[in-house]
């Protein structure tokens, strides 16, 4: 089985920062992207950015220069450094992936269980 785990959830303050860790474990073969979606009360659940294993990534309008996505390929995990943070990113963020596990040709979607970010003063 593959698991997500997220870590770095916390409540902060408006122009606070916060680091979000997300650990794959499990019998992988190969991870393609890796990235983080969020989801606020009553809103739709959006992309935030993402990472290859090449290292490029992609970011959504409202993070770019406040976001960072990081990537330890070695060690199976992301990373997501927020920086200037404010209300409007109070949201559960999810970490994703796109892998391939061991016994199968396919890759696959791959859901953490969320972590809650409240940016509040």
């Known amino acids: 089985q593959v698991q997500l785990v997220e870590s770095g959830g916390a409540l902060v303050q408006p122009g606070g920062s916060l680091r979000l860790s997300c650990a794959a474990s499990g019998s992988i073969f190969n991870i393609y992207v890796m990235g983080w979606y969020r989801q606020a009360p009553g809103k739709q659940r959006e992309l935030v950015t993402t990472?290859?294993?090449?290292?490029?990534?992609n970011y959504r309008d409202s993070v770019k220069g406040r976001f960072t996505i990081s990537r330890d390929n070695a060690n199976n995990t992301v990373y997501l450094q927020m920086n200037s943070l404010k209300p409007e990113d109070t949201a559960v963020y999810y970490c994703h992936a796109v892998l391939v596990p061991y016994g199968s040709s396919l890759p696959r979607n791959y859901w953490g269980q969320g972590t809650q970010v409240t940016v509040s003063s």
């Open positions: 990472i290859t294993s090449g290292g490029s990534t």
